[in-house]
């Protein structure tokens, strides 16, 4: 992948990064606000030896305090020391309990120890700071004299106390918002690529034209308002919907300019991918480029068309396919210039009656009589009507639905129709989200990339 597929990936994924990142951010905050704070309190210790006028014998001395120093501060943390502050302080813990809180750390090359004690409460952190402060000073001087008697060979003083300090260390809020931002944003970051990667569906133009080995001839935008009402008005309407329509119908008339399909079946691979708003749109395109268009009701199963566009659909194909009415009988117009046969009264053998030798007599016929026919058919791959009726028409359109139909759902569709020799005329994608400028939106048959020819077509 380039960097450029990457950009493309998190323009997409935009919101999903930016809600990962934002629940990590409140997760953060959410464990800062629920951490008892704790409070940490200083003190800071001066270890000598016994004084001395002599200079070398002072500076002497300052090394051995340096030694002393490093074996202090693992004094200081010991349980010794503990117990003994906490007899010292009645504090009611365990010495280990205590040690465990207190840190101490040795100034290099000074004879500083700095003593770090850490509690819930500001106060009593001072408290156990300077009791255990004295405590060890007491305790070294113990130490430190000699059995024989005589003056204690080091000193600790306990140079700087501690107050009560006047904010806690812990919860590092601003610390743990900053790291959930850096986690939230990378997490989201990871999210959208991998879900990029287990993206399975069609969504754009390369997925098409490598799977199907067929152009893409139309992008149909998402558009709310072709759920309340299918049919798009087009002698008033400049929506982006409409305009991809158009789009379409000039697409059409490259499609094999020596051989222009004039009967064209508009399918998909599986249901509610938008063939039935297409097929009718696409035909109310063509009619208001001034050609004479038969919208044919072909899915038998579960006519819809009719009731997009408000026409009857008592009588129709079915009736005409068991000679039970003529076509000019059953053909009926619209408010626009568009004409329609509906499906008629629904037959317990679709696949049959569309695969009779009536039928594609009745499809030839229709041909001669329109300028265009767009066929509106069932799914691919459920069952076989459609691949029935682009072999007897002029080909076949391929919707395949963005981020809907299944890659390998749409090639199996290309194939079946390839299958019966049906020609696959292209492909559109629908309902694909309409922003402007995004990379999957641009309804123009741009010739960017030659698709492979397909082997099968005919
Ligand atoms: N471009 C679009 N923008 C928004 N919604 C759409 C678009 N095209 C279709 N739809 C909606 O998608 C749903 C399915 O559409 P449609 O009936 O055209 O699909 P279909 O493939 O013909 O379904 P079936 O397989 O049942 O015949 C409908 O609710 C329709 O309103
Ligand atoms: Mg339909």
Do not use: C
């Not at 030839?364 to 767009?374: G, P, S």
Request: proline letters at 5%.
């Amino acid at each position: 992948m380039e960097l450029r597929d990457y950009l493309r990936i998190l323009r997409m994924r935009w919101i999903s990064v930016a809600v990962t990142t934002a629940v990590v951010i409140l997760a953060a905050l959410a464990y800062s606000l629920t951490t008892t704070p704790v409070y940490q309190a200083s003190t800071r210790l001066f270890v000598s030896t016994s004084a001395s006028a002599d200079i070398n014998d002072a500076y002497q001395g300052t090394l051995y305090s340096q030694e002393r120093v490093l074996s202090y501060t693992q004094l200081l943390t010991g349980s010794s020391l503990a117990k003994r502050t906490i007899d010292r302080l009645h504090l009611d813990m365990s010495p280990d309990e205590l040690a465990a809180n207190v840190t101490a750390e040795a100034a290099p090359n000074t004879v500083l120890i700095n003593v770090h004690v850490n509690d819930t409460n500001p106060a009593r952190a001072a408290d156990i700071a300077n009791g255990l402060s004295d405590e060890f000073a007491a305790f070294v001087k113990e130490l430190e004299t000699p059995t024989s008697g005589g003056n204690p060979t080091s000193r600790v003083v306990v140079e700087q106390r501690a107050e009560a300090p006047s904010g806690p260390i812990l919860p590092a809020t601003t610390r743990n918002v900053a790291l959930g931002a850096i986690l939230g944003l990378l997490l989201g970051i990871g999210g959208a690529l991998l879900r990029d990667r287990l993206d399975n569906t069609v969504k754009d133009r390369s997925t098409v034209e490598d799977l199907g080995e067929t152009g893409l001839v139309g992008t149909i935008p998402f558009d709310k308002n072709r759920q309340k009402s299918a049919a798009i008005r087009f002698a008033d309407e400049s929506s982006p919907s409409a305009e991809s329509f158009r789009s379409l119908r000039t697409n059409l008339q490259f499609l094999d300019v020596d051989n222009p399909p004039r009967a064209i079946v508009i399918t998909s691979s599986m249901p509610a991918e938008g063939k039935s708003t297409t097929a009718i749109n696409l035909a109310l395109a063509l009619a208001e480029g001034g050609h004479k268009v038969l919208l044919l009701e072909g899915d038998l199963r579960r006519p819809i068309a009719t009731k997009y566009l408000n026409v009857v659909g008592t009588v129709g194909l079915s009736n005409v396919l068991a000679h039970q009415a003529s076509l000019d009988d059953v053909i009926q117009g619209t408010s626009s210039s568009l004409q329609v046969l509906a499906a008629g009264p629904i037959p317990p053998n679709p696949s049959e009656l569309l695969g009779s030798e009536t039928a594609r007599s009745t499809i030839e016929k229709l041909r001669q009589m329109f300028d265009f026919v767009i066929i509106d058919a069932p799914p691919v791959l459920p069952v076989t009507d459609a691949a029935i009726l682009a072999s007897a028409a002029d080909g076949a359109l391929v919707i395949a639905r963005h981020g809907k139909t299944k890659r390998d759902q749409f090639e199996r569709a290309v194939d079946n129709l390839r299958a019966v020799n049906a020609r696959v005329l292209g492909a559109i994608i629908t309902m694909s989200p309409s922003r402007r400028g995004d990379a999957y939106y641009g309804y123009s048959y741009a010739y960017t990339k030659a698709p492979r020819r397909a082997k099968h077509d005919k």
